[in-house]
């Protein structure tokens, strides 16, 4: 294999990574609509070198490609696991087999997770623990613990002496153009969409790691997915809202029709809330993105679900999605449910059911006995004023 890129982010720092231009999917649930890269780092201090984090499945002869182009592939005394998910530990086997005297550094629920997914050897791993420093002369590399970004062994590493931050997961995003952050022209949605699909469950872990890196003095940030951030504190920000569950006057609409009905009452109430200044995005259960939708929980005050019953509960999309909204926690405060029903009913019932333990106040609901009438457009305009004046904090 031929490779060229091999960049030298920092004097004795290169990415060796791989590009997966081609990746449309990610956990078999979340499109990548760019693709994504793995990005793996070797630090070379002047007594050893360390391979930072590796690349997915089928990406290890591109990796040990390009450690060859700049360390002795079969030399790496160190390879630091900072995450143990398969897209950035899947070529843990391959490179500890080339550098047969290589140790495996990370956290210790992260030594277990190696041992059981990739057979590395309790005797060929060093647990490290906050603040612990391995020294490759004249390079540092200092271990800061910071669990569930985004699995519970997760911790961050930071190169003292070149002020490089490699949080893998964390402050990273999927796309495969650009090697710069300050090179891709409108990174926000990308970075907030891989936030909300990952890093959103665990937004208050985030804020601690967050804190524990705030004194560190920071030049780059070379995360594992995505460009590296040159300019810090962009990114950082940008997680102090998110991490924060700092919310707009927003509304994310959620939904799914089989004859229109329910289409035609989540039109309505749209209608409303937009002619209140309210912004909203909408999405289409049939169609719609996962991770758009996750972006949009980020900061989204309220929601709306629209669902029809079908046999008796609701739509399996909507019930899907609904799960999904649970189980992302999101920032959400508010929200309504609109439905249609040929018989019985039951959609509304289970939507509660599902929402009840979520934090999220339900606002209302209209439940109407097939397509909507004029009584049930002026009951969703008044429900859309009610959510209005929640969400700007009016009642
Ligand atoms: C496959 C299927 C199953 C349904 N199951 C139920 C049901 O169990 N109870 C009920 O009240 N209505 C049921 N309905 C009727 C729909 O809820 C009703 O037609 C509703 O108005 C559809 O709303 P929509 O136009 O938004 O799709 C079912 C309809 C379909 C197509
Ligand atoms: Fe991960
Ligand atoms: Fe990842």
């Known amino acids: 294999m031929q490779v060229y890129d091999i960049r030298e982010i920092s004097g004795g720092v290169y990415w060796v990574g791989a590009r997966d231009w081609n990746r449309r999917l990610f956990d078999a649930l979340i499109p990548l609509p760019q693709g994504t890269t793995y990005n793996a780092y070797v630090v070379r201090g002047s007594e050893k070198t360390a391979l930072i984090d590796t690349v997915n499945p089928g990406f290890e002869e591109e990796l040990e490609a390009r450690i060859r182009l700049v360390a002795d592939a079969e030399g790496l005394d160190y390879v630091v696991m ?22 495996l550094v990370t956290t210790e629920k992260g030594a277990k997770m190696a041992q059981i997914y990739f057979g590395v050897p309790q005797e060929r791993i060093i647990i490290v623990n906050d603040d612990d420093t391995i020294d490759l002369g ?30 893998c997961d964390f402050l990273g995003f999927h796309t495969a153009y650009g090697s710069y952050g300050d090179e891709i022209e409108e990174f926000v949605p990308f970075a907030q969409r891989f936030f909300g699909e990952i890093l959103m469950p665990f937004r208050k872990m985030g804020q601690k790691a967050l804190e524990k890196i705030e004194a560190l003095d920071i030049e780059f940030i070379a995360p594992s997915h995505g460009p590296i951030h040159r300019d810090p504190e962009r990114i950082l920000n940008l997680y102090r809202t998110w991490t924060a569950g700092d919310t707009r006057e927003k509304v994310v609409v959620v939904y799914v029709s089989m004859w229109n009905s329910t289409e035609a009452m989540i039109k309505a109430m749209v209608d409303s809330l937009m002619a209140e200044g309210i912004e909203v995005s909408l999405h289409n259960l049939v169609n719609a993105d996962l991770g758009d939708l996750a972006r949009d929980l980020v900061d ?9 019953t079908v046999l008796g509960g609701m739509h399996p999309l909507a019930i899907y999605a609904a799960h999904l909204v649970k189980a992302l926690r999101p920032p959400l405060k508010y929200g309504v449910v609109l439905s249609s029903y040929g018989w019985g009913g ?34 969703i305009a008044d429900l859309g004023k009610q959510l209005t004046d929640k969400i700007k904090g009016q009642a």
């Open 82 to 103: 900072n995450h143990a998910e398969p897209d950035h530990a899947g070529a843990i086997p391959h490179v500890m087999k080339l550098s047969k005297d290589a140790s």
């Open 138 to 167: 004249g390079k540092t590399l200092k271990f800061i613990e910071a669990p569930w970004q985004h699995w519970p062994e997760t911790m961050f590493t930071y190169l003292v002496e070149n002020k490089v931050l490699f949080p």
């Open 300 to 308: 989204s005050r309220g929601i709306v679900l629209g669902t029809p």
């Open 346 to 379: 039951g959609a509304v019932k289970q939507a509660a059911e599902i929402l009840g333990p979520t934090k999220i106040e339900v606002v209302g609901a209209v439940d109407v006995h097939g397509p909507p009438t004029d009584d049930v457009y002026q009951q």
